[in-house]
Structures are given as structure tokens and as C-alpha cells.
């Protein structure tokens, strides 16, 4: 089934450890976003890659990393996890250019204790 | 710095009803706007998506609306049914290379049957 996949769907990690959440896309869309969703707070752009090898600062950067080595794959780091990083984390793509749909996948929920 | 408002934040109404779901944003210059929608746990289902250049979508009982000049848009949904419970969040995506989707906080729509 065409779409994006996220891994895992949910984390319990413990403060200042490391984690990588895991995006694939199979659409051979040119663009992928990170997003958090908090309550309150709606979705706010973490990081984003217009295509493969070229990476941008979105809202609320600070604290995640993210690499773009091929189309598919959009993976983001937390290199030191805080309990301020609670939140449900969604990938999404689209084609370049804003002219098609952004497609999300189904997020992954992630406590830091 | 272009910023989302989704009005009312929360919807109830009996089923059959039509209603209408209000997004308006602070700067015109947009390439497009989607609407989306999200059920409880689950990532997010574009339902529409509107080029600047133009003024409605309809995709079965849903029609969305643009006025950029007013920075406006609005989401119909004809003969409300149950199944259409869920957070409609409308999103913006900016002009030039960096096509971020901007998103508002949402409007949480309850169907009653």
C-alpha cells in the first residue's frame, strides 16, 4: 500500500538518550516535513527537505536533526531527548512546488520520562 | 510571520445538519490551502487542497472556499453525518522554494446522531 510509514508508533524513553524516528515514503514525493503535535499548541514544522540531499529549519527546531540521504527516507534524531520533547511526531511529503496533497503518516507518540 | 486561525475551536450538531468550518490566515501570499482531517490517535487525511488561483474545491458533500485577498477560507459539509466526527485542521503552504504547510489549530467537530 502506497503511503508513508512510521517507526515505531509509540516510545517511552528516558531523559538524555539518544533516538532516531524512522519516516519511509514510497510516493517518490521531492518533499518531507516533520512535524510535532501538542495540545493546545496544534502541528508545528520541525524540520523539512524541499529533495534528496538538502535539508530546512522549520518552527521549533532546536533539539532534532534530520538527513536526507535518498528520496525515501527522512529520519529525525533526538540527540539528547528532555521531557519537553513529549509530543506526537508526524511525517509527511508532497510533491515539490506545494501543487499536490501533503500525505502523513500515522505519527509516533513519544514520552520522555 | 504568517499565522493560522481556525474559528470555532470546537463544533456540536445534530446529524443532517450543513455547516460550515471557518479558516482564516494573516498573509496572502500562499501557494495553496488544504483542509484536513484528523480522527482521534490517527495521522492526518487531506481532504481538499485549493491553488491560489483558485476560488473553490468540492469533493463529494465537502466544498472549500479561498479568498485570499481576505485572507479567508471556509470548509462546507452538507448533510452532516456521524462519521464525520473528527478535527478538521486547515493549513496554508508558502510561496517560494520552501514549501512549508502552516496549519491552524483545528476546529473538533462532534456529529450528534
Known amino acids: 500500500i502506497a503511503g508513508i510509514t512510521q517507526a515505531p508508533t509509540s516510545q517511552i524513553l528516558a531523559a538524555g538518550r539518544r533516538m532516531t524516528l524512522r519516516c519511509t515514503q514510497d510516493?517518490?514525493?521531492?518533499?518531507m516535513y516533520w512535524y510535532r503535535q501538542d495540545l493546545g499548541l496544534g502541528l508545528r514544522l520541525i524540520h523539512y527537505s524541499n529533495t534528496a540531499g538538502t535539508t530546512g529549519k522549520g518552527e521549533v527546531p532546536d533539539g532534532y536533526s534530520v538527513s536526507r540521504a535518498n528520496t525515501d527516507d527522512f529520519p529525525l534524531t533526538l540527540a539528547s531527548a528532555v521531557p519537553s520533547q513529549t509530543s506526537v511526531y508526524f511525517c509527511a511529503s508532497s510533491v515539490t512546488g506545494g501543487k499536490g496533497k501533503a500525505f502523513f503518516g500515522q505519527g509516533t507518540r513519544l514520552t520522555v520520562v | 510571520k504568517q499565522e493560522v486561525t481556525q474559528i470555532p475551536a470546537a463544533l456540536s450538531v445534530p446529524e443532517g445538519e450543513n455547516l460550515v468550518l471557518n479558516c482564516s490566515f494573516t498573509?496572502?501570499?500562499?501557494?495553496?490551502l488544504q483542509w484536513f482531517r484528523q480522527d482521534p490517535g490517527k495521522g492526518l487525511t487531506s481532504l481538499l487542497l485549493i491553488q491560489s488561483s483558485q476560488r473553490e474545491q468540492t469533493s463529494g458533500r465537502l466544498n472549500a472556499s479561498l479568498d485570499k485577498s481576505s485572507g479567508r477560507s471556509t470548509l462546507y459539509i452538507a448533510a452532516s453525518q456521524p462519521g464525520d466526527s473528527a478535527t478538521y485542521l486547515c493549513?496554508?503552504?508558502?510561496?517560494?522554494?520552501?514549501?512549508?504547510?502552516?496549519f491552524g489549530t483545528g476546529t473538533l467537530l462532534a456529529v450528534q446522531p
Open positions: 510516493m517518490r514525493h521531492n518533499a
Open positions: 493549513a496554508v503552504i508558502l510561496g517560494g522554494a520552501t514549501n512549508k504547510l502552516i
Open positions: 498573509d496572502s501570499a500562499i501557494y495553496n
